[in-house]
């Protein structure tokens, strides 16, 4: 099993920034690929960015210029570094973890997420 906590979110105004951070812990070896995803209320859970092992990212357009996915793989971190943020980014944000083979990729673990609230 893969463990994943992540920690970061809190209220922020708009136009301000705010950078998430997941640790992962656990069964590390059966994962390459790490990711974040949002889920507002009453919306589905929409995948954000995704990072692999060996630091290719991608990006939804709707965060594409504005938030960063990155990674320390020493300590097992990813990150999503968001900008300019709208209050349409009002979410609960979680790090998800699984892999990537060939063209497939799934996400099998979970963290518990983090509430973002973007608020004047």
């Known amino acids: 099993q893969v463990q994943l906590v992540e920690s970061g979110g809190g209220l922020v105004q708009p136009g301000g920034s705010l950078r998430l951070s997941c640790a992962a812990s656990?069964?590390?070896?059966?994962?390459?690929?790490m990711g974040w995803y949002r889920q507002a209320p009453g919306k589905q859970r929409d995948l954000l960015a995704g990072?692999?092992?060996?630091?290719?990212?991608d990006y939804v357009d709707s965060v594409k210029g504005r938030f960063t996915i990155s990674r320390d793989n020493a300590k097992n971190m990813v990150y999503l570094q968001m900008s300019s943020l709208k209050p349409e980014d009002t979410a609960v944000y979680y790090c998800?973890?699984?892999?990537?083979?060939?063209?497939?990729?799934?996400?099998?673990?979970w963290g518990q997420g983090t509430q973002v609230t973007v608020s004047s």
């Open positions: 998800s973890a699984g892999t990537v083979r060939g063209n497939r990729r799934r996400f099998d673990y």
């Open positions: 656990g069964s590390i070896s059966r994962i390459n690929v």
């Open positions: 990072i692999t092992d060996g630091g290719s990212t």
